[in-house]
């Protein structure tokens, strides 16, 4: 029977501080030597499905995620799917890996990676837009790089960021959190900006990743305008992120950074003004993780 790693299994094989490291030392030598065709989406009755293949020399791998918006109000999950994991050169399976903990995974650890590069090391104010599956990755991700004293939620409804705060010992997010947040964590579905940047801090740290297409966007143009704006590939973002798209359209940014820039040191971080990190999830993080998984995998003595 072909291996696979379900949620528990990925997460002790590799917890979210190796994840991290995994994808900061992908980054260390550049943008990845991985082959990574356009992401396809076809339409689904119940939403869309994404088929995201990635290869490098030793591994093909390739993600096939399903996104079911109505999903939740049936007590399911809004992403589903699966990813599988070749040997390059033969094509034989080699694994499969529970799709949407590989997704919850690599994007919590990369969102991480970034505000680790991008926030003070004495930051300790966080507030996370969102209460579902990503916005408690992201709350474990980054409870990995930073020492965070005050932790605070907002959520579609009162009733949810009530539940997701008790389920995770934080609060509730009031009036004030925003304007005093060190890193704020957009981590929704949401197609229009979360919240008005011009309550925002100017030293704040902004993450967000939580939509893939052209026509939706969860930051607007204020908290934009005059930050420092790094991506994880400026072609991708522009195609895939409208908040991107748009502000380079307006003229509200110019020049976002890639963040292979800022993990080898070749652009410094800004600290005299707002960092915004953009992500849209790439191919080519699953197959680096899926690869290290793999790793962990195969030193366990009962992989046989």
């Known amino acids: 029977m072909l291996p696979y790693l379900d949620t528990d299994l990925l997460h002790r094989l590799l917890p979210f501080p190796q994840a991290i490291s995994v994808l900061r030392n992908t980054l260390q030598d550049g943008q990845p030597a991985v082959t990574a065709p356009l992401r396809t989406a076809a339409e689904a009755p119940g939403g869309h499905v994404l088929i995201m293949p990635a290869a490098d020399r030793n591994l093909f791998g390739v993600k096939i995620a399903g996104v079911?918006?109505?999903?939740p109000a049936k007590g399911l999950p809004r992403i589903t799917g699966t990813y599988l994991l070749f040997d390059a050169d033969t094509l034989q399976p080699v694994i499969a890996i529970d799709g949407p903990a590989l997704t919850l995974l690599r994007t919590a650890a990369l969102s991480a990676l970034a505000v680790d590069l991008l926030a003070p090391r004495d930051m300790t104010r966080l507030l996370i837009f969102g209460t579902g599956p990503q916005a408690a990755a992201h709350l474990h991700a980054l409870r990995a790089v930073r020492h965070l004293q005050s932790v605070a939620v907002s959520g579609r409804t009162l009733q949810q960021a009530r539940a997701f705060a008790a389920d995770h010992g934080i609060n509730v997010a009031g009036p004030d959190d925003l304007l005093h947040a060190d890193v704020v964590a957009c981590c929704t579905s949401s197609t229009t900006p979360l919240f008005d940047g011009r309550h925002l801090s100017q030293h704040a740290t902004v993450i967000a990743m939580g939509s893939h297409t052209p026509d939706a966007r969860e930051l607007d143009s204020h908290t934009l305008r005059g930050a420092q704006v790094v991506v994880e590939d400026v072609h991708?973002?522009?195609r895939e992120a409208a908040d991107i798209a748009d502000a380079l359209t307006s003229g509200d940014i110019t020049n976002p950074l890639p963040l292979h820039e800022i993990v080898t040191g070749r652009t410094p971080v800004q600290t005299d003004r707002r960092r915004v990190f953009r992500s849209v999830g790439?191919?080519?993080e699953d197959l680096v993780i899926a690869k290290a998984a793999?790793?962990?995998?195969?030193?366990?003595?009962t992989c046989t």
Not at 68 to 71: G, Q, R, T, Y
């Open 68 to 71: 079911a918006p109505d999903n």
């Open 236 to 238: 991708t973002a522009t």
């Open 282 to 284: 790439m191919a080519w």
């Open 294 to 301: 793999l790793t962990q995998w195969r030193s366990m003595p």
